[in-house]
């Protein structure tokens, strides 16, 4: 069994920063893709970034040059620095893992349960 446990979140005003992290831990082979996408109330779930194993990363245009991904791969976890927030970041924070599990031929997809980000001042 696998897990992804989310931390970071919180109440911050606006123009200041957070960093999320995401750990995977469990029965892994090994980490593909790691994630992360937001849910705000009444919208649907966007990704936010993305980062491969190898280090290659993609933003969505809304968080281009103020958010940056990062991971650690021998910790198997995933980092999300957010500068210059505003109050439309403020979201359910969800982080995604692509994750070949030991003893399988497959790759299954993996959620943490979710951070709060809450911008306002």
């Known amino acids: 069994q696998v897990h992804l446990v989310e931390s970071g979140g919180g109440l911050v005003q606006p123009g200041g920063s957070l960093r999320l992290s995401c750990a995977a831990s469990?029965?892994?082979?090994?980490?593909?893709?790691m994630g992360w996408y937001r849910q705000a109330p009444g919208k649907q779930r966007e990704l936010v970034a993305s980062i491969t194993s190898g280090g290659s990363t993609n933003y969505a245009d809304s968080v281009k040059g103020r958010f940056t991904i990062s991971r650690d791969n021998a910790k198997n976890t995933v980092y999300l620095q957010m500068n210059s927030l505003k109050p439309e970041d403020t979201a359910v924070y969800y982080c995604n893992a692509d994750i070949r599990v030991r003893f399988s031929t497959r790759n299954y997809d993996y959620w943490g349960q979710g951070t709060q980000v809450t911008v306002s001042s």
């Open positions: 469990g029965s892994i082979f090994m980490v593909n893709s």
